[in-house]
């Protein structure tokens, strides 16, 4: 299943090496993360109406972090990337694996009712229109299934490339903000 989510780029990884300790590093990454679980059910739920100006949530331990994007009220995105990561020190410098990834289950959960909801329409179109003795024509018969088709396109297709812009965009602002912590952190001067 992960190969396939790789494939579909809605799970991706880097790496990135900082010149800092560890703890250094946690330390300043902890001053810049709210933290929040974010694996729970209703986890950000009044997020968007904090105080807070930091960019991310989550958790920040020594081994490593799990962080997501904070929402902002009147946000359009809905679905969040998490992005989970390890620290490694090596010599003088920090070795920075992370992975991203938009699945969860929410995300299954609604695409497995969608395509229940979408083959139940598909099958009862078809029995209707080929199955059926009734008096229309071949084309009155064939447009609901091409107007459910085009729906299930769209039903399918934005979530699909708003997790995919997801996982773009988490990784481009993690690879920003990680050299901007270490460059504004003022423990580390």
Known sequence: MEDFLRRIKLIDTFSTTLNVSRSKFTSALRNNVDEADIDGLLSGAFEAFSSSDNIFTGSVNQNGFKIRKRKRAFESTFIKATAEGKLIEKGGALEIDVQINTSNNHMILFFG?????FFMA????????FFLDNEFSTIIKIVPIVGIFILALFMFGIPYLIMKN????IKQDLEREFHFIISKSNTLK
Not at 113 to 117: A, D, E, Q, Y
Not at 122 to 129: D, G, H, K, T, V
Not at 166 to 169: E, F, L, P
């Open 113 to 117: 009712v969608l395509t229940i909801f």
């Open 122 to 129: 598909f099958s009862l179109l078809i029995i209707r229109a």
């Open 166 to 169: 997801g996982v773009q965009h």
